[in-house]
């Protein structure tokens, strides 16, 4: 079992930036995949970026070249870098971690317990 903390959520203006942190302790060695989720009121979660173990990472369309996910193994943690932020991009942003490709795809990993992201226009 993998515990995830995340944090760096907040309010922002349209244009600015925030970097959102993942911590995990537990089970560490078992994480292979590791992603950003968020939700918006009234829609479904939504994957943002995902990273692998190698550092293969994908982003939805609505965040490319906006958005940079990375890893530290090291300080096992998972980094979010927002930016030039858009009133759209408010949600409650989810971190995830998965031992496989396949719990990946199929959303079986462990969840943090999310944080708000508010962008103002």
């Known amino acids: 079992q993998v515990q995830l903390v995340e944090s760096g959520g907040g309010l922002v203006q349209a244009g600015g930036s925030l970097t959102l942190s993942c911590a995990a302790s537990g089970s560490i060695f078992s994480i292979n995949v590791m992603g950003w989720y968020r939700q918006a009121p009234g829609k479904h979660r939504e994957l943002v970026a995902s990273?692998?173990?190698?550092?293969?990472?994908t982003y939805a369309d609505s965040v490319k070249g906006r958005f940079s996910i990375s890893r530290d193994d090291a300080k096992n943690t998972m980094y979010l870098q927002m930016n030039s932020l858009k009133p759209e991009d408010t949600a409650v942003y989810y971190c995830a971690v998965f031992s496989s490709a396949w719990a990946f795809l199929t959303g079986r990993g462990s969840w943090g317990q999310g944080t708000q992201v508010t962008v103002s226009s």
């Open positions: 990273i692998t173990s190698d550092r293969k990472t």
